[in-house]
């Protein structure tokens, strides 16, 4: 059974950095492209960007780009994401994903087999 667990959130101030990490484990690691994704109260569930399998690919969505940076190990099986300049509209609970299809897509939550529990990011103004 694959399991993915997330840690590093918590309660920043705007314009300050977390490093959020997803830990995997009942699997092989580098078979798996990653995804994040975060989901505000009252909101659905969007994504934040991926990486592929091999690390060599990234995609983020506008509203990080320049901010976020996501990056994996696969030695350790972890994925990380690397949160700076954060901002209040921020706020969520972040989720890591796995899957397999290597179609060089990261945005849709449909597309992945397995997920974390999520880690909670709070950022005040």
């Known amino acids: 059974q694959v399991q993915l667990v997330e840690s590093g959130g918590g309660l920043v101030q705007a314009g300050g950095s977390l490093r959020l990490s997803c830990v995997v484990s009942?699997?092989?690691?580098?078979?798996?492209?990653m995804g994040w994704f975060r989901q505000a109260p009252g909101k659905e569930r969007e994504s934040v960007g991926g990486?592929?399998?091999?690390?060599?690919?990234?995609y983020y969505v506008d509203s990080v780009k320049g901010r976020f940076t996501i990056s994996r190990d696969n030695a350790q099986n972890t994925v990380y994401l690397q949160m700076d300049s954060l901002k209040p509209e921020d706020t969520a609970d972040y989720y890591c994903?796995?899957?397999?299809?290597?179609?060089?897509?990261?945005?849709?939550?449909?597309?992945?087999?397995?997920w974390g529990q999520g880690t909670q990011v709070t950022v005040s103004s």
């Open positions: 994903a796995a899957k397999r299809d290597y179609r060089g897509t990261y945005g849709y939550t449909r597309l992945y087999e397995y």
């Open positions: 990486i592929s399998w091999s690390g060599d690919s990234t």
């Open positions: 009942g699997g092989t690691f580098s078979l798996y492209d």
